[in-house]
């Protein structure tokens, strides 16, 4: 709720004030929420598209015209679900729902051998810490180190 107003000078023949009340609706969660719950997220980048912004806002204020005729609620929770009811269909055919990425593995079998490599070689490093095995561990560390980089990139 951005703006809530009451008019007194309004004459509806009763003892109530006429209240107007300005709503800005929020369409994405945010990105923990969404994978938390599973929640949907909208394509908000159609927003970008003026054909797409208009078609939007044509459902909306349609839909938004049949809740003004139903308004005879007065527990104000009831009127947030009707609002948010006619939302999100909105949304979801105008929009669109946005995909997230699925991203590849890269970390398998193979980087694990890397890894216990490097763990046997710092192991005899400790053990006996002569150049050779100083020459050894630097180079398995090498190996370990480049090995998931390029599993990565090659993804």
Not at 94 to 116: I, P, R
């Amino acid at each position: 709720m951005l703006d809530v107003r009451s008019f007194s000078g309004v004459d509806c023949d009763s003892d109530h004030l006429l209240v107007v009340a300005k709503v800005r609706e929020r369409l994405a969660v945010s990105k923990q929420a969404a994978q938390k719950f599973g929640g949907e997220r909208f394509n908000l980048r159609k927003f970008n598209e003026l054909e797409v912004m208009k078609q939007y806002q044509m459902k909306i204020s349609k839909r938004s015209a049949a809740l003004e005729n139903l308004s005879d609620s007065k527990d104000i929770n009831r009127a947030w679900e009707n609002i948010k009811e006619n939302i999100k269909p909105s949304a979801k055919e105008n929009l669109g729902l946005y995909k997230m990425k699925q991203h590849k593995q890269w970390f398998g079998e193979e980087c694990l051998g890397f890894l216990d490599h490097r763990k046997q070689a710092h192991m005899q490093w400790v053990q006996d810490s002569s150049q050779s095995n100083v020459d050894s561990l630097k180079n398995v560390r090498h190996a370990a180190s480049r090995h998931p980089r390029k599993k990565r990139r090659n993804i």
